[in-house]
């Protein structure tokens, strides 16, 4: 892909959420960047933007995916790829964020991404047209059971995606399933628990990240009613490429176990480490060679307490250091939420600054300094820019639930919230 665009969830199979590429926005010209557009369709947005050679792609609240013109916000194709009404857990349209890369057989431009009807598909990108789709998991039409939150990662020929439940009423056996980039033959599967409804669990709610070396590193969630820690419940796994057979795992320790302890959290590669944020507040930086635990730091508060939020967000990792987004924290002053810089081989705190909103969806780093961080809920939500060198708060940048990735992408910043999809740029952008 061009080293300017921003091509999938995290930007890219190893999650480092970095685009040291993009430049133009700096602290210093921040309070310069100006709204270029704004387009409500589609709206509201839990899926982040991915952004390609001028287009725009995000899938909607009311199970739509869109294309959209960079530099109007005009739609300029759409596809009706699924919703969920409200049965037993809320509704929803498409909440998984695309990734674009070109067929391995044609080379045409292809858009992947999971839509709200159960279906991996493979959309062209100029005219969103259907090449190929197949079965993730599909819904019951009575319970609202299973439901595609993980965004497809693409890497080496193959599609890796997650099987989750809509909100574990019921819960549902979580997977992670392996596709075939060319045309959407099913490769491996690999269950997090046994077979049987009783043990029904260990959803993968987060998205597949996949190291230079092909390894395949999963998070999990918890597992049945009684007992969370189920098999490979509650857990980092590293699966093999091509079987999807498990070569490893780090499950969180007994003490460390908490009410409602998913990990959310999509995992990070930096350097020989993968880690994740586990809804009980803590982060755990894992040796990718042996799956031993190297560092654990406290991000955030463990959910369920008032107005924590959860630990859902993927750090920032800029080749040295990780960018956190933090749900409750403990600053105090009316704080809900925070942003951090820790050290990558020790997770020492090298700097945190309070939010008023707490931060669960994931942050963004452009090469020019700036940090854009969601914040989704409680206190005051919208997008923060944050200095990545000192911390300071630059600027709010909107109003409104966040919780969707933004993208630094050809010289601006494309955000996405309850509200709808927005561009910014500098004058002359």
């Given at each position: 892909m061009?080293?300017?665009?921003w091509s999938s969830?995290?930007n890219?199979p190893?999650?480092t959420s ?5 430049t133009t926005?700096?602290p ?6 100006s709204?270029?557009w704004?387009q409500?369709?589609g709206a509201p ?9 001028g287009?725009v792609?995000i899938?909607?609240?009311?199970g739509?995916f869109y294309?959209l ?7 300029l ?6 919703s969920?009404?409200?049965?037993s857990?809320?509704g929803?349209?498409?909440s ?5 890369a070109?067929?391995?057989?044609t080379h045409?431009l292809?858009v992947y991404v999971?839509g709200g009807d ?5 959309l ?9 789709r197949?079965?993730i ?16 990662t ?13 909100c574990d009423?019921p ?5 992670v ?5 060319s045309?959407?033959g099913?490769l491996a599967?690999?269950y997090?628990t046994?077979?049987?409804?009783r043990?029904?669990?260990g959803?993968?709610?987060s998205?597949v990240?996949?190291?230079p ?9 918890n597992g049945?009613?009684?007992k969370p820690?189920l098999r490979?419940s509650?857990?980092?796994l590293k699966?093999d490429p091509?079987?999807?057979?498990l070569?490893?795992a780090y499950?969180v320790p007994?003490a ?5 302890g998913?990990?959310?959290a ?6 020989k480490y ?6 009980n507040?803590i ?7 042996t799956?031993?635990?190297a560092?654990k730091?406290?991000i ?5 307490l008032?107005?924590s ?14 960018y ?7 600053l ?7 942003v951090?810089?820790r050290s990558?081989a ?6 945190e600054t309070?939010l008023p909103g707490?931060?669960?969806?994931s942050p ?11 914040a ?7 997008i ?5 060198a000192?911390?300071?708060v630059?600027?709010?940048l ?5 919780f969707?990735q933004s ?5 601006r910043?494309f955000?996405a ?5 927005y561009?910014?740029?500098l004058?002359?952008?």
């Amino acid at each position: 892909m061009p080293a300017t665009s921003w091509s999938s969830y995290l930007n890219g199979p190893q999650h480092t959420s970095y685009a040291p590429l993009q430049t133009t926005i700096t602290p210093a010209s921040v309070p310069s960047l100006s709204q270029k557009w704004a387009q409500a369709i589609g709206a509201p947005y839990i899926a982040s933007p991915i952004v390609i050679r001028g287009s725009v792609y995000i899938g909607g609240g009311n199970g739509y995916f869109y294309r959209l013109s960079e530099h109007t916000g005009q739609v300029l194709a759409r596809a009706f790829i699924g919703s969920q009404p409200t049965l037993s857990c809320p509704g929803n349209g498409v909440s998984a964020t695309a990734t674009f890369a070109r067929d391995p057989r044609t080379h045409v431009l292809t858009v992947y991404v999971a839509g709200g009807d159960g279906y991996l598909y493979a959309l062209r990108a100029l005219t969103l047209t259907t090449e190929w789709r197949s079965v993730i998991a599909i819904p019951s039409k009575t319970v609202s059971d299973y439901y595609d939150w993980s965004s497809p990662t693409v890497a080496n020929g193959k599609i890796y995606v997650g099987v989750a439940s809509s909100c574990d009423v019921p819960l549902v056996r979580g997977a992670v399933l392996a596709f075939r980039q060319s045309d959407g033959g099913k490769l491996a599967e690999f269950y997090t628990t046994p077979p049987g409804h009783r043990n029904a669990g260990g959803t993968v709610w987060s998205t597949v990240a996949v190291a230079p070396d092909g390894d395949v590193f999963v998070t999990t969630g918890n597992g049945p009613y009684g007992k969370p820690r189920l098999r490979d419940s509650e857990s980092i796994l590293k699966l093999d490429p091509s079987s999807l057979r498990l070569l490893g795992a780090y499950k969180v320790p007994v003490a460390d176990v908490s009410h409602d302890g998913d990990f959310g959290a999509s995992p990070v590669l930096f350097g020989k480490y993968v880690g994740a944020c586990n809804k009980n507040g803590i982060f755990y930086a894992v040796r990718q060679s042996t799956m031993e635990l190297a560092w654990k730091q406290r991000i955030g508060a463990p959910s369920g307490l008032y107005k924590s939020g959860a630990c859902l967000a993927t750090p920032v990792y800029d080749g040295k250091d990780l960018y956190f987004g933090g749900n409750a924290t403990t600053l105090g002053g009316g704080s809900f939420g925070s942003v951090q810089e820790r050290s990558a081989a020790t997770g020492a705190l090298i700097w945190e600054t309070g939010l008023p909103g707490g931060v669960m969806g994931s942050p963004t780093m452009d090469g020019g300094g700036v940090i854009a961080v969601p914040a989704y809920s409680p206190g005051t939500t919208g997008i923060y820019l944050v200095n990545a060198a000192t911390g300071v708060v630059i600027e709010q940048l909107m109003t409104g639930g966040t919780f969707a990735q933004s993208a630094f992408a050809e010289g601006r910043l494309f955000c996405a919230t309850n509200s709808g999809v927005y561009a910014w740029a500098l004058p002359g952008g």
